[in-house]
Every structure is written in structure tokens, then in C-alpha cells.
């Protein structure tokens, strides 16, 4: 005798493909957020404190004052790690904000590849994965 069951709906990292790697994704994307927050605010307040931390290597078109930048870092970094904190909590609103702060950041960082040309490289990359974890975890019971 056989008897009929219901299709469950796959529970979170579980299912066929990369979903247990997206759902896994997304945990370590809320930790790379907080984290590259923290650094973001970091590398603000340098910015901010003294001019010459930072030297820019050659001519570039999207010139902004070493103050400016500093200030544009240090807010940023504050939204990266309160975002990082909610999608490690768990917030309705962390994934979405976090693929647009994601995005934000990533145009930041390249506008910022004169001044440090390997950390912001580094950050892209993490930019990019950030999105694509957050893009790709589907444990909310969203339509595949």
C-alpha cells in the first residue's frame, strides 16, 4: 500500500542545487556586512582624522576631498553593519537593504580604487557576493 503525501516545502538549506549554499551564503553575508562595516567606519574615521593617511596614486576623474571621502565611508560603514546585524538577526528588510547597500558600496569602493587599490578590489569582490547570497536564498518560501 502506498499513500500519497503532500509536497513539502523544502526547509531552509535544503533542496535541490546551490540552495544549502545560498542559505549558508546568507548567514555569511550578514557576517561579511558587519564586519566590512566595522572596517568601513574604520577606514572613515582615518579619512576624517588626517588627510595624509590615504595617498591617491595618480590623476583620477572622481576626485573628492580625503575629508569627504572619510565621511562618506564612516556613514556607509554605519549602514553596512546595521544591515549586516539585521540579516544576522533575521529582519523582513535585511536582505533587500543589504543588496542595496551591497551596491552602494561597491560603486563607493570604486571610486575609491586610487586610494587603496587592493582593499577595494577585496571589497568589491565581497560586494558581489553579498548580492548573489542575498539574491539566491530562497528560504522565505519565495517562488523558485
Excluded at 13 to 41: E, H, K, Q
Excluded at 80 to 100: D, F, M, P, Q
Aim: proline share 3%; charged share 10%.
Amino acid at each position: 500500500m502506498s499513500s500519497a503525501t503532500a509536497p513539502n516545502k523544502p526547509e531552509r538549506g535544503t533542496g535541490s542545487g546551490g540552495s544549502a549554499w545560498a542559505a549558508g551564503g546568507t548567514m555569511f553575508a550578514g557576517v561579511l556586512m558587519l564586519v566590512n562595516g566595522v572596517l568601513g567606519i574604520l577606514e572613515g574615521i582615518a579619512g576624517i582624522a588626517k588627510d595624509d593617511v590615504y595617498e591617491r596614486i595618480g590623476d583620477y576623474v572622481y576626485k573628492f576631498n580625503l575629508t569627504t571621502w572619510g565621511w562618506i565611508h564612516l556613514v556607509l560603514g554605519i549602514l553596512v553593519a546595521i544591515t549586516g546585524y539585521g540579516i544576522l538577526k533575521g529582519a523582513e528588510w535585511g536582505r533587500a537593504a543589504g543588496v542595496a547597500l551591497a551596491a552602494i558600496a561597491i560603486v563607493a569602493q570604486f571610486l575609491w580604487l586610487p586610494y587603496t587599490p587592493v582593499w577595494a578590489l577585496i571589497s568589491i569582490a565581497i560586494g558581489v557576493f553579498v548580492i548573489w547570497a542575498l539574491c539566491n536564498d530562497r528560504s522565505d518560501g519565495a517562488p523558485s
